[in-house]
């Protein structure tokens, strides 16, 4: 089982809302990819998680967790996971705001490529790739001489893991073994949760290239406009947005 | 058969590449779909155009037209193309830039979503639905009593069709039957390619309201911003993004 991004999922104290049909994927025998999309309210929301929902559902056997960070789930993003046909688990958490929120819109931000199942699903322990437009680069990457990352080509190197959040996917099985030592993360400064995250279970040397050897791109780390709004036209229905 | 937007695809003068499998989807018998995408070439081009792919492989039988502006295809997208599974057309147009490109931006701005499908599918002549974030509104739309359109609500509505590009789809009978009078579109100024498209074969009359009556959002019109980029690191593999 494999893992994009790490949060820490056992303290919701919210709302919980499960997919239906979370049974039926139990007896597959690949394994399971989970994705945890830290989201917020706004104007983009339901876009943005359409857009991933429709990458997610080319996707077998993936089970995609939905984090609110203020304490509030919506039923309209409720309505669209349903309808996704996606397995689901949708909840809403109080954070401490800043790294958890930047990390989710960060990974939100990003476009997921099928693909990327190919190179995240059998994941022994980390598995990393090059991620375009992260760290104000066109893209980053994992450096790979015969077969081994030997460094980073990325923003702030000094960092031990200098990867984006959408650039790589942990074994599940690895934060079962490190649990207690996770609860440390919300402290991380930006720029500083994936390494400091890393860091606690995993050495360079652990990292499996994917996306042939870390030479092609696969995930694009975009940024959605906000959009522009005039003004409002109050002679008209309402429509969720 | 039904159509997204038309260009004038019948003067091509560029490479033409098409899929593979054309010819297998011709047997089925549900309506054929057709999008046409105006793209350039630019740096979220790949990620743009994999997101897009990701809705469309989600849609029976859809056939994609994909248009460079300039004379130039990539081998680039045309690789992407090709394992999308998709059936495609792709080629390049001498166009007179500003329309035909302003258009196939937004076009491709905009997040489909599969649903449209069911919405576009069945249209007879003209059919039209809510597209959010166009017209500097939070949604623009056709206001619709007793299953008619009556008027809009929407950017500008002295024009006689106020429907963003990504808001309406015709039935492709209705470009055979007034092909030769299609050829003037190019001339047409920024906001009224769609309207000047529509008067010269449809009426307001003739719109077959969707999304349940035009109460829901289906389509987002968002952009994508362009990505910051602060240097280039010149010791590292040259990766196509």
């Known amino acids: 089982m494999t893992l994009g991004l790490q ?17 039926n994927s139990i007896q597959d025998d690949i394994p399971l990819i989970y994705v945890v999309t830290a989201t917020y309210q706004r104007l983009v929301q339901r876009a943005e998680l359409t857009r991933l929902s429709n990458a997610f559902r080319l996707v077998k056997r993936l089970h995609w967790i939905v984090v609110e ?9 409720q309505k669209l996971l349903n309808s996704s046909g996606i397995n689901f688990t949708y909840f809403a958490q109080e954070t401490n705001p800043s790294d958890q929120k930047n990390a989710g819109i960060g990974w939100i931000r990003t ?8 190179v995240l ?36 190197t000094h960092r031990k893991f200098p990867i984006d959040m959408a650039g ?12 207690p030592r996770f609860t440390g993360m919300k402290d991380f400064h930006n720029g500083f949760e994936e390494t400091h995250f890393l860091e606690q279970c995993c050495t360079v040397d652990d990292i499996e290239p994917r996306a042939d050897n870390c030479t092609k791109i696969l995930v694009w780390h975009t940024k959605t406009k906000k959009p522009t709004i005039d003004k409002i036209d109050h002679n008209v229905p309402k429509l969720e947005v």
């Not at 476009?111 to 190919?118: E, G, S, T």
């Not at 990352?149 to 923003?155: L, N, P, Y």
Request: glycine share 4%.
């Open 7 to 23: 949060l820490d999922i056992q303290k919701y104290d919210c709302n919980l809302v499960l997919s239906p049909k979370i049974a």
């Open 69 to 77: 960070p203020d304490g509030q789930i919506s039923l309209n993003i």
């Open 111 to 118: 476009n997921h490529n099928p693909a990327v199942q190919a």
């Open 121 to 156: 699903r059998y994941t022994k322990k980390l598995s990393a790739w090059p991620v375009a437009f992260s760290g104000r680069r066109k893209y980053e990457t994992p450096i790979v001489e015969n077969g081994k990352v030997v460094r980073f080509s990325a923003w702030n």
């Open 168 to 179: 790589f996917a942990i074994n599940v099985k690895v934060l079962w073994k490190y649990h």
